[in-house]
């Protein structure tokens, strides 16, 4: 016998047959499929320098997908037809930190070689997670440029505690992998930082912006100079959104939250101006730990990050 209202198949969500959620959009990679975005999880944050959560984000941050629709109404468009292919979560080391970023950095490399997709989304996870992530791109497209946004400058001595979410950057620049003249980083805030990193940040050539030039010159006039000067310089530009960049009121639900930082408009207007560039072939989005996030804001402003990302 058939059931009347029972499906057991879907879920009983209330359907509107004009409105596509963009979770409904998404697909599992097989093994043969391509697609505009790839996105890819890397759920580690042991080695995380304060206890975090941030393994759980990339679960809330898809979720938060299915709460938005596919059509932009600034740009009089439904993206109902664009294809979003999802890899999946990387199983990390249940002990060891270095084989977890090991196995992060094959993963992120092997998903590359597949060539399926033409941009990338990379969901953490704690800032740690770039170290491998832009390593690997690097090895796939060359001289790499980098636009972070952050509060902090993440070049921590590595003596202290080996590599963590504070290190991934100087991992970047002590490694070779990155040139100092190719890294920006916008949102530094007061008192998050100290001295000895400021001067490496300065010595190595870093292009810093701190939340005073960004209240003097706008994120978005930063970003445009900025990507005019990576574009001569670099074969591709990689975006790394450390969501504790955004303001404690918009941005409750991360480790290191504090005043002073980017309202959740900033951060997406200035995400979506670099992501209009051809030049951006990946975005990660790190430093959500769900468990001190309220109402899911943090995971989210993620999600909007990435339909800034998707939908240029
Ligand atoms: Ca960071």
């Not at 944050?45 to 304060?50: L, T």
């Not at 109404?73 to 109902?80: G, L, M, P, R, V």
């Not at 990387?90 to 033409?118: G, K, N, Y």
């Not at 989304?121 to 740690?128: F, V």
Request: charged share 25%; with cysteine.
């Amino acid at each position: 016998m058939g059931f009347t209202y029972l499906d057991p198949t879907k879920s009983a969500k209330f359907k509107d047959r004009y409105v596509t959620k963009i979770d409904e959009t998404i697909k599992k990679y097989k093994g043969s499929e391509t697609g505009d975005v790839g996105i890819i999880g890397l759920p580690s944050s042991k080695s995380s320098i304060s206890l975090s959560m941030a393994a759980n984000a990339p679960s809330t941050i898809r979720a938060g997908l299915s709460s938005f629709s596919t059509y932009s109404a600034t740009q009089q468009k439904d993206f109902d037809d664009r294809r979003i292919l999802d890899f999946g979560d990387v199983p990390i080391h249940p002990t060891s930190v270095e084989d977890t970023l090991d196995r992060l950095h094959i993963s992120v490399e092997e998903m590359l070689q597949t060539e399926a997709c033409d941009r990338y989304i990379i969901l953490g996870g704690d800032h740690g997670v770039s170290y491998p992530s832009i390593h690997a791109f690097q090895k796939k497209y060359g001289r790499i440029g980098v636009i972070q946004w952050d509060a902090h400058h993440d070049v921590r001595n590595l003596e202290d505690g080996g590599r963590t979410n504070g290190t991934p950057f100087r991992s970047l620049l002590d490694g070779g992998i990155l040139n100092g003249d190719d890294l920006v980083q916008v949102g530094i805030r007061d008192h998050a930082n100290a001295e000895e990193y400021d001067r490496y940040a300065k010595e190595k050539g870093i292009h810093v912006y701190t939340m005073d030039d960004v209240e003097e010159e706008g994120v978005v006039s930063i970003i445009k100079k900025e990507l005019a000067r990576l574009e001569n310089q670099v074969d591709m530009i990689y975006l790394s959104v450390d969501m504790d960049a955004v303001d404690q009121a918009f941005a409750p639900g991360c480790p290191a939250i504090g005043p002073g930082g980017f309202t959740s408009r900033e951060l997406l207007s200035s995400v979506k101006k670099a992501a209009q560039h051809p030049m951006v072939k990946a975005m990660d989005i790190v430093e959500i730990d769900p468990s001190k996030d309220v109402r899911d804001i943090t995971s989210r402003l993620a999600a909007h990050v990435m339909m800034r990302f998707m939908y240029k």
